[in-house]
């Protein structure tokens, strides 16, 4: 997202040169010409009331362009007052204005114009138009893996453009492209701009909801889904599988980019961090009448917050300790997981990550029991993690062990009619960030709360009841 904001903030002071070029004498998939007969650098010069505009063709390809709204009004065959409703200090309620040549769309953070060959977007680093630059590009495209670093590949080279215009709607291919998936332009960029619009209403009921503390754990995913299920026209396997290729792909650059940040904390505020965060949890009453417990044997060199502390703690004898505690044992590359019990920190042993974990026996040669077989449930699982948010996402490290482990318990939970597990996820301050971010897919577990150096977030209902808060 960062690199996408930073494509799209300034115009390089090159781009004026490349939009005469590439711009204005160049045609569109229809054969006109865009933005024909009106030199937008002269514009410029004279600085009549110029916008930055976000320009996505039919093939993807995007643009930041400087135009005026005169420029505009003709260029779309649009009055004055359907281009208000672009106006960003306006409110309106959301409106979709089918007029002959564009569509205006007003619809929540998403205000554009859609016509037969682009969208143009008032430039933003809103997160929600960057995320629809980004889901329109991928859209667009016929791999469907349109990555991040896309946008703004315009800058690179005029001609890329107009080789990968191939694909692009015009009156030829829309009557002869019987595909059942086919849809033109408009409506594709109109069908990413309502998905656009409920994700951003989705994660604002979330938001709200979670606040007040009506929202349950593992439930958030839902309505979208089932909304982009039935808006997207190629719901298919092989869409499905491009759409998870994409999310994955989107989750590795997360990943690459939090475990740079991790790596530059300086090393003694990282500890002053893993302090403040288990003297939270030690002192918490819903730590403290826990009975058993999961949780991860910190690893220092993947930057994780320690849990040593607290490791110890929990095997202290009674009163103060005396808990029951299981730790993840690695089965295979398979995102097969155990949590094995463990009494004694001496029992563990490195792994081939460098990892420690228990061996399947005890020293005296008798099976660990596997918290998937005991008789009894956990109260709250302490969970590792590279990424999180206020909304209860997290990116894991990419093996799924966890949402599978998390998945199996929850189910075995549910079956033996127990009390779910509390999820409590570990995360030093920069790694919890901006609500959307995370890419998520259907088999990511929610957690119920993080504990940061600056205090307790309770994410959902049972976190709001059990915490205390
Ligand atoms: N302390 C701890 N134990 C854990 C996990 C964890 O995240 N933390 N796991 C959670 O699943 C499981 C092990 N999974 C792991 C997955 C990746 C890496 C790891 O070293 N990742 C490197 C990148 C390696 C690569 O890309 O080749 C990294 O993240 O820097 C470690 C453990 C079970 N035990
Ligand atoms: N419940 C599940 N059952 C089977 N496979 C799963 C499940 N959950 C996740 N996976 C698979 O695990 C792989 C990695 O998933 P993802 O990138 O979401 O992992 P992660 O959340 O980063 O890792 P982790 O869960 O270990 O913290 C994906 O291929 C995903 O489909």
């Given at each position: 997202m960062a690199d996408l904001k930073e494509r799209l903030l300034p115009l390089k002071p090159a781009s004026a040169i490349n939009l005469r070029e590439s711009v204005v004498n160049r045609p569109t998939a229809s054969g006109r010409h865009a933005f024909q007969g009106v030199d937008v650098v002269e514009v410029k010069k004279r600085g009549q009331g110029l916008k930055s505009w976000i320009r996505v063709d039919t093939s993807g390809n995007s643009q930041v362009i400087e135009v005026d709204k005169f420029t505009m009004m003709r260029r779309c065959d649009l009055p004055a007052r359907d281009l208000r409703l672009l106006d960003p200090v306006f409110v309106y309620p959301s409106t979709i204005l089918g007029r002959e040549k564009a569509n205006v769309v007003n619809l929540e953070q998403i205000r554009c114009i859609i016509t037969a060959d682009e969208v143009l977007l008032l430039n933003s680093l809103d997160k929600y138009v960057l995320q629809y630059v980004i889901d329109l590009q991928r859209r667009l495209t016929t791999t469907g893996g349109g990555e991040v670093g896309d946008v703004g590949k315009v800058w690179q080279s005029d001609h890329s453009e107009m080789n990968q215009r191939r694909g692009s709607r015009n009156f030829e291919n829309l009557y002869?492209?019987?595909?059942?998936d086919y849809l033109p332009f408009e409506f594709r960029a109109l069908e990413v701009a309502l998905e656009a619009a409920c994700t951003f209403l989705d994660t604002q009921w979330y938001t709200r909801a979670a606040a007040k503390g009506v929202v349950i754990s593992g439930q958030l995913w839902q309505p979208n889904r089932l909304l982009r299920m039935s808006t997207n026209c190629n719901n298919d396997n092989t869409n499905n599988h491009d759409d998870l290729d994409s999310i994955f792909k989107q989750k590795r650059i997360l990943r690459t980019q939090v475990r740079k940040t991790l790596k530059a904390i300086d090393p003694s505020l990282r500890s002053q961090q893993d302090n403040a965060i288990q003297d939270i949890i030690l002192g918490a009453p819903w730590f403290k009448s826990s009975l058993r417990l999961c949780a991860y044997i910190s690893c220092s060199a993947l930057r994780e917050v320690d849990t040593f502390k607290l490791l110890s703690q929990i095997l202290q004898p009674p009163p103060s300790g005396g808990k029951k505690l299981y730790v993840p044992r690695v089965e295979d590359k398979n995102s097969n997981m155990r949590m094995l019990n463990v009494s004694r920190i001496d029992d563990l042993v490195a792994n081939s990550m460098n990892i420690l974990e228990p061996d399947p026996v005890d020293a005296d040669g008798n099976a660990r029991e596997d918290v998937l077989q005991a008789n009894e449930p956990v109260d709250i699982l302490l969970l590792p993690g590279l990424a999180f948010d206020k909304s209860g996402r997290r990116l894991g490290r990419g093996g799924g062990y966890y949402d599978t482990f998390l998945k199996n318990y929850q189910d075995l939970a549910e079956t033996q009619n127990w009390k779910q597990p509390l999820l409590v996820a570990l995360s030093y301050s920069q790694q919890i960030l901006d609500d959307g971010v995370i890419p998520v897919t259907s088999t990511d577990v929610l957690v119920d709360a993080l504990v940061s150096p600056e205090g307790v977030i309770p994410i959902s209902s049972a976190a709001f009841n059990r915490m205390d808060i």
């Open positions: 002869s492209n019987t595909s059942p």
